[in-house]
Nanobody
């Protein structure tokens, strides 16, 4: 069982940057696809970005492409999400998730483990 803990959320102004971290424990996630999802207020959870086990392949939602960057450090069992040029539409609870199913998928039900989420609020 993988436990995931997100950190790095907060309240920022439009145009600012934030870096989220997702620390995994319980087992090494080097063989897992890792993903970030988000749930805006009053909306459904949505896929943001995923990264392959090696880190060599990534897939971004169109809404964040060019602004967000996912990375992973398998030695530290940690995944990161660098978010630049934030806008109010990025306001959401951001969740880290791990999937033992390869290849990468955008479907949340394919991810076995989830963190508790971290709030990101972007003011205009």
């Amino acid at each position: 069982q993988v436990q995931l803990v997100e950190s790095g959320g907060g309240l920022v102004q439009a145009g600012a940057s934030l870096r989220l971290s997702c620390a995994a424990s319980g087992r090494a996630v080097s063989s897992y696809v890792m993903g970030w999802f988000r749930q805006p207020p009053g909306k459904e959870r949505e896929f943001v970005v995923g990264i392959s086990p090696s880190g060599g392949s990534t897939y971004y939602a169109d809404s964040v492409k060019g602004r967000f960057t996912i990375s992973r450090d398998n030695r530290k069992n940690t995944v990161y999400l660098q978010m630049n040029s934030l806008n109010p539409e990025d306001t959401a609870v951001y969740y880290c998730a791990a999937s033992s199913i390869v290849p990468m998928t955008t479907k949340g039900n394919a991810y076995n483990s989830w963190g508790q989420g971290t709030q990101v609020t972007v003011s205009s």
